[in-house]
């Protein structure tokens, strides 16, 4: 075998077309290993990263370090993820205070938001970016500067717009309303959040998977000196590989491990070019079981959550390579009305995204998995400052027991359901005990993980309020993870001898949903899909050694 290394497919294609056109590709090691292996196959070191670096190298030179290391990744490109009403997530509920406690705006919780920029010249953002940083090697201006106590930010420092977007999605705040037909000021949803700007998306709208390596690597760095608490992620590349081997999950699970949330956008691929919806497309790096991967919601621009819907764009799991269930949680992602960035790229292409205002209070309408990341990232901000014991699966856990199921997309839809972040409150101060809350005029139950377990947990409700649970590093009740009568989560999940969820899953040796799934030995979705040894999808798709879509 020509090859030791595991390698995408598109770097084995590359060796086997024996082409002599160099490609960027993400070696891991220390900085001696990898300028061992450069010397030792004649190539370019192009970039250094933290535990690793990128080397150009032609086929012969892919197939020749494949010899020599455990697995290799390409350099892929990535690109982001085309007012959130804070009321249809129970935010504005969460910032004016919840009965019987205080308000929570996520104060001081650091968030990374590694994107395009975030101008901090628009008057939604002021004071609300303590620090930005330049990865990208392009003729932009530098904008490497301490905001607060330092150098301002050049003006043009988010030249392509969308990161601005996400910024004042998750901590934008206007004493002003959007426009004139509207009384209320813009917020985000956790107004209270220190921004830290990591540029890495160009005024093209493309960036290198190296340079958010790069950036996720600083914020490990850094996390002490701006209480760095979660990462933004609303970008995404192709995933070509298990997450195992992928660079950019190998990058956030070293975040996720430095007890850094980190948040990423399922990508925005639910759909095909005849508009019929597809399953298996999340992108990297939400493909890691890791971090908290985000699909979007429809609002029918209400507050109302019954009318809610899967938007049809947003990418639906499976994941490709590995199978696991994604994404773990829903968001509004369309038509988010948020800050819109001076000059930038993005509007002036397409100017109907213009939505309202100029200069410091103009804002734009986008829509996509980057915007509902945004959301869920201001979301981890207001859990993190009511419970800052939180460690990133138990803040997972938490937003995952308070989301509300969507039976009509299930998990490889929406995952855990609909974000409640006014339930996620109560469950990160009190624990996973049953909630119900007012949002947008509804009377809302968190269904979270199950609904099929409530009666135990209302008849457990006196040992959960004596706070038998210990809510921090660990969660305790009794003298194991025990919920209700039926739940052991540790390692593994344990629901009785099976898992209930809603009235619609049982997943035991085998998973039944409702009338339309069974996994065992096999994989059968209603009259459309088989996997076993091989996949077959309608009349589109089959994946067995290879994956074939369409004709």
């Not at 504005?92 to 938001?113: H, K, M, N, P, R």
């Not at 914020?219 to 992928?246: H, M, T």
């Not at 660079?247 to 948040?263: D, K, N, P, S, T």
């Not at 990297?284 to 971090?291: A, L, N």
């Amino acid at each position: 075998m020509w090859a030791q290394a595991r390698l995408p497919e598109s770097l084995r294609r590359h060796v086997e077309s024996k082409s002599t056109q160099l490609v960027d590709v993400i070696v891991h090691g220390t900085p001696d290993e990898v300028r061992t292996l450069a010397a030792r196959h004649g190539l370019r070191i192009k970039k250094t990263l933290t535990e690793g670096a990128v080397l150009e190298a032609s086929a012969a030179g892919v197939e020749a370090l494949a010899a020599d290391v455990d697995h290799l990744s390409r350099d892929v490109e990535v690109m982001p993820f085309m007012a959130v009403t804070n009321a249809a997530i129970g935010a504005d509920q969460v910032q004016a205070g919840l009965e019987g406690l205080s308000s929570f705006t996520g104060a001081g919780v650091g968030v990374a938001i590694i994107d395009s920029g975030v101008w901090a010249g628009h008057r939604a953002l002021a004071g609300r970016v303590v620090f930005a940083k330049d990865f990208v090697s392009d003729d932009s201006p530098r904008f490497n500067a301490a905001v607060r106590g330092g150098g301002a930010p050049a003006p043009n420092h988010d030249p392509y717009g969308h990161g601005t977007h996400i910024g004042a999605t998750i901590a934008g705040s206007s004493p002003y309303p959007v426009d004139s037909t509207s009384q209320t000021p813009f917020r985000g949803v956790a107004p209270g959040a220190n921004l830290i700007s990591l540029r890495v998306i160009g005024a093209d709208g493309t960036g290198k998977a190296s340079d958010v390596i790069a950036a996720i690597q600083w914020v490990i760095q850094n996390k002490k000196r701006f209480n760095i608490r979660v990462i933004n992620l609303s970008l995404g590349g192709p995933a070509e590989q298990s997450y195992r081997d992928d660079a950019m999950c190998e990058a956030v699970e070293r975040a996720v491990h430095e007890g850094i949330v980190v948040v990423a956008a399922a990508g925005n691929r639910g759909k095909d070019a005849e508009g019929n919806s597809v399953h298996g497309l999340i992108e990297s790096p939400g493909i890691d079981p890791h971090v908290i991967t985000v699909g979007a919601l429809n609002t029918k621009g209400t507050a109302r959550r019954s009318d809610d819907v899967l938007a049809t764009y947003s990418s639906k799991g499976p994941t490709l390579v590995d199978g696991l269930l994604k994404p773990d949680i829903a968001a509004p992602g369309n038509k988010i009305v948020s800050a819109e960035a001076q000059g930038a790229s993005l509007v002036a292409s397409y100017p109907a995204l213009h939505a309202t205002g100029v200069g410091a209070d103009a804002y734009a309408s986008l829509s996509g998995t980057s915007m509902a990341t945004g959301v869920v990232s201001g979301a981890v901000a207001l859990v993190l400052e009511a419970n800052k014991g939180l460690t990133p699966a138990l803040v997972k856990m938490t937003l995952q027991s308070s989301a509300t199921f969507m039976p009509e997309v299930g998990l490889v839809g929406a995952g855990a359901g609909s974000l409640n972040t006014a339930a996620a409150i109560g469950v990160a101060l009190n624990g996973p005990v049953q909630q119900t809350t007012a949002i947008g005029g509804e009377m809302v139950q968190s269904t979270g993980v199950m609904t099929a377990v409530d009666s135990s947990l209302r008849a457990d409700k006196d040992r959960v309020n004596s706070r038998e649970i210990m809510w921090g590093d660990e969660i305790m009740w009794g003298d194991e993870i025990l919920w209700g009568e039926h739940l052991i989560w540790g390692d593994h999940l344990i629901w009785g001898d099976h898992l209930i969820w809603g009235d619609h899953l049982i997943w035991g040796d085998h998973l039944i949903w409702g009338d339309h799934l069974i996994w065992g030995d096999h994989l059968i979705w209603g009259d459309h899909l088989i996997w076993g040894d091989h996949l077959i999808w309608g009349d589109h798709l089959i994946w067995g050694d290879h994956l074939i879509w369409g004709d």
